[in-house]
C-alpha cells in the first residue's frame, strides 16, 4: 500500500452506482478456471463483499474446487485495486468460508501509488496467450519484477524453474499428466463443452481459436486436439520460457486465495510489461505431479500454481464474460 496518507477521513455514505459499476468491470475481468467466472459481489455502506459461486463449477477438472477458489483468489485483487483506484485504502478481512471470502473496506481516503495505477490500468489488456511465444527470453530485470510482484503476499513462494534438469524434470510430469488427461474421457467431455466457438454469444468458457495444439502452453491445457509431447522436446520449450511456480506453506482456503492473489499480481506486471502469460493447474489436479513438483523444491509446501510467461507472437482473442448486473447478489446502491 501507498504510505502517503491524504488525511481526509473515510464518509458513510454507500458507493455510487457508477463507483459500484467500476468494482464490478474490474472483478469481471480477472482470469478463471474455464472462465467460469465464480464470484459474486454485494456492497453496503463502503465495504464489499466477495462470494464464491458453484453453480458452474467443472468437476472432473477442479473435483475439490481448488482452481475456483484460486479465481477468486485473482479477483480480489482486482477488486482491491479497483478500490484503491477509486482513492480509497482497502482493508481485506478474510472469512472461514468458502461462499463469503472476503470483505473489502474502504476505510479512507488513501491514493493509489504508481504501482498500483499500472496494473489497474493493466486489468483491461490482461489475457490468457496459450499459444507459444517469440523466442527472445524474459529480461532478467522483468524476471525480478514479476517475481517481486508475486510474492507482495508474504505467505505465497514463487521459485523460477530454471537448468537443464529441472526442466527436463517438469517435462516429464507435463508429459504424464498430458497423456493421463488426454485419455480420461469423461475429463475431455467435460472440457469440450467449455470450449466455445468465436461466434458463440456464451458469457463463459474459453474460446477455440485461444487454444494452441502443440507447445507447453497447449499442455497446460490439454484437450484432444493437442498432441502429445516428446519430453525432450518439451524441456527445451520450458527452458525457452520463463516458467514461475507458486507455491504456500498450507493448503486450505486461504493458502489458495493467496495464491490467486499472486498470481494476478504478476500477470498485470507482466500485461504492463508487455509480455504475455498463460496459467497451468490443469496437471496439478493430479496429486503425483504436485507431489512431484514440491519435492524437487526441497521444502514442504504445497503448490498451487504454475505459469508461464513471454513475448506475444500475436495478439489473442478475449474470452466473454457475464454482463456487470449478473455480478451482484444485492441491489449495489
Given at each position: 500500500?501507498?504510505?502517503?496518507e491524504?488525511?481526509?477521513?473515510?464518509d458513510?455514505r454507500?458507493?455510487?452506482p457508477?463507483?459500484a459499476?467500476?468494482?464490478?468491470?474490474?472483478?469481471?475481468r480477472?482470469?478463471?478456471?474455464?472462465?467460469?467466472?465464480p464470484w459474486?459481489?454485494?456492497?453496503?455502506d463502503?465495504?464489499?463483499?466477495l462470494?464464491?459461486?458453484?453453480?458452474?463449477?467443472?468437476s472432473?477438472h477442479?473435483?475439490?474446487g481448488r482452481?475456483r477458489?484460486?479465481?477468486?483468489?485473482?479477483?480480489?485483487?482486482?477488486?482491491?485495486?479497483?478500490?484503491?483506484?477509486?482513492?480509497?485504502r482497502?482493508d481485506i478481512?478474510f472469512?472461514?468460508?468458502?461462499e463469503h471470502l472476503?470483505?473489502?473496506?474502504?476505510?479512507?481516503?488513501?491514493?493509489?501509488?504508481?504501482?498500483?495505477?499500472?496494473r489497474?490500468?493493466?486489468?483491461?489488456d490482461?489475457?490468457s496467450h496459450?499459444?507459444?511465444?517469440?523466442?527472445?527470453p524474459?529480461s532478467?530485470?522483468?524476471e525480478?519484477?514479476l517475481?517481486s510482484?508475486?510474492?507482495e503476499?508474504?505467505p505465497?513462494r514463487?521459485?523460477?524453474?530454471?537448468?537443464?534438469a529441472e526442466?527436463?524434470h517438469?517435462?516429464r510430469?507435463?508429459?504424464?499428466a498430458?497423456?493421463?488427461?488426454h485419455?480420461?474421457?469423461t475429463?475431455?467431455?467435460?472440457?469440450?463443452s467449455?470450449?466455445?466457438q468465436?461466434?458463440?454469444?456464451?458469457?463463459s468458457?474459453?474460446?477455440a481459436?485461444?487454444?494452441?495444439?502443440?507447445?507447453?502452453g497447449?499442455v497446460?491445457?490439454?484437450s484432444?486436439?493437442t498432441?502429445?509431447p516428446?519430453?525432450a522436446?518439451l524441456?527445451?520449450?520450458?527452458?525457452s520460457e520463463?516458467?514461475?511456480?507458486?507455491?504456500?506453506?498450507?493448503?486450505?482456503?486461504?493458502?489458495?486465495l493467496?495464491?490467486?492473489a499472486?498470481?494476478?499480481?504478476?500477470?498485470l506486471?507482466a500485461?504492463?510489461?508487455g509480455?504475455?502469460?498463460?496459467?497451468?493447474t490443469q496437471?496439478l489436479q493430479?496429486g503425483?505431479?504436485?507431489?512431484?513438483?514440491?519435492?524437487?523444491?526441497?521444502?514442504?509446501?504445497?503448490?498451487?500454481?504454475?505459469?508461464?510467461?513471454?513475448?506475444?507472437?500475436?495478439?489473442v482473442p478475449?474470452?466473454?464474460?457475464?454482463p456487470?448486473?449478473?455480478i451482484f447478489?444485492?441491489?449495489?446502491r
Open positions: 500500500m501507498n504510505d502517503v491524504h488525511l481526509a477521513p473515510g458513510d454507500p458507493w455510487s457508477e463507483e459499476a467500476s468494482i464490478a468491470r474490474a472483478v469481471n480477472a482470469p478463471s478456471v474455464h472462465n467460469t467466472q459474486s459481489l454485494s456492497m453496503h463502503r465495504v464489499v463483499d462470494h464464491q459461486r458453484d453453480d458452474t463449477a467443472p472432473q477442479d473435483p475439490e482452481d477458489t484460486i479465481s477468486c483468489g485473482a479477483a480480489l485483487t482486482n477488486l482491491v485495486l479497483a478500490v484503491r483506484k477509486l482513492g480509497w482497502a478481512a472469512r472461514d468460508d468458502p472476503a470483505s473489502v473496506a474502504a476505510s479512507r481516503r488513501l491514493e493509489p501509488g504508481p504501482a498500483e495505477i499500472q489497474y490500468e493493466a486489468i483491461a490482461r489475457a496459450r499459444r507459444p511465444f517469440e523466442p527472445r524474459v532478467g530485470p522483468d525480478r519484477a517475481r510482484a508475486a510474492e503476499l508474504p505465497v514463487a521459485r523460477w524453474i530454471t537448468g537443464d526442466a527436463l517438469l517435462a510430469l507435463l508429459t504424464y498430458a497423456r493421463v488427461q485419455a480420461d474421457q475429463y475431455q467431455r467435460e472440457l469440450a467449455w470450449i466455445v468465436q461466434a458463440d454469444s456464451k458469457p468458457g474459453v474460446p481459436e485461444a487454444l494452441g495444439e502443440q507447445g507447453l497447449a497446460g491445457l490439454v484432444d486436439a498432441r502429445a516428446d519430453e522436446w524441456a527445451a520449450r520450458v527452458e520463463s516458467v514461475l511456480l507458486l507455491s504456500t506453506p498450507e493448503d486450505g482456503l486461504r493458502a489458495h493467496d495464491a490467486g499472486a498470481l494476478e499480481n504478476a500477470w506486471e500485461t504492463h510489461r509480455l504475455g502469460a498463460s496459467v497451468m496437471c493430479l503425483e505431479i504436485r507431489r512431484g513438483l514440491a519435492r524437487r523444491g526441497g521444502g514442504p509446501d504445497s503448490v498451487q500454481v504454475l505459469m508461464r510467461f513471454g513475448h506475444p507472437v500475436a495478439p478475449r474470452s466473454a464474460r457475464r456487470l448486473e449478473e447478489d444485492d441491489d449495489p
